[in-house]
């Protein structure tokens, strides 16, 4: 059986709750605040990074060697999507999350097997 690290669990955790406050954020407060919160680059960005959180916690718990560059670009779109949600204001859980999650993510897409 495939054996996870602590610190490949703890980036799963990272990645699932940035998943849930992304896709949460965007589809609620995003589109009932309006204004910047739906600005097309801002949403589809949220909207994309729940994706990716999602499938590199996926490729983690399946055991694939190549979780590495789901991780890198997960990282990669978790910082832009923090800075976006700085940059729009009011969206401090989610800045937090993004970067929690870019964080593990960028430890593991550096990580050796």
């Given amino acids: 059986m495939h054996q996870i690290s602590q610190e490949m669990q703890q980036c799963i ?3 699932l709750a940035c ?5 949460q954020r965007a589809m ?5 605040t309006g204004g910047k919160h739906t600005e097309p ?4 960005l949220m909207i994309n ?9 996926n490729f983690m718990l399946s055991g694939s060697d190549l979780h590495r560059l ?7 779109v978790c910082q832009r999507c ?4 700085e940059r729009v204001g ?10 929690r999650c870019a964080a593990s993510c960028r430890q593991m897409a550096g990580a050796a097997s």
């Fill in 13 to 15: 955790q990272n990645c």
């Fill in 19 to 23: 998943h849930k406050t992304c896709l």
């Fill in 28 to 32: 609620n407060h995003c589109l009932e």
């Fill in 41 to 44: 680059a801002h949403f589809r």
């Fill in 49 to 57: 990074c729940a994706e990716i959180c999602q499938t590199s916690a």
């Fill in 70 to 76: 789901t991780c890198g670009v997960c990282a990669e």
């Fill in 82 to 85: 923090a800075d976006d949600c």
């Fill in 90 to 99: 009011d969206m401090e859980e989610c800045v937090q999350a993004c970067q």
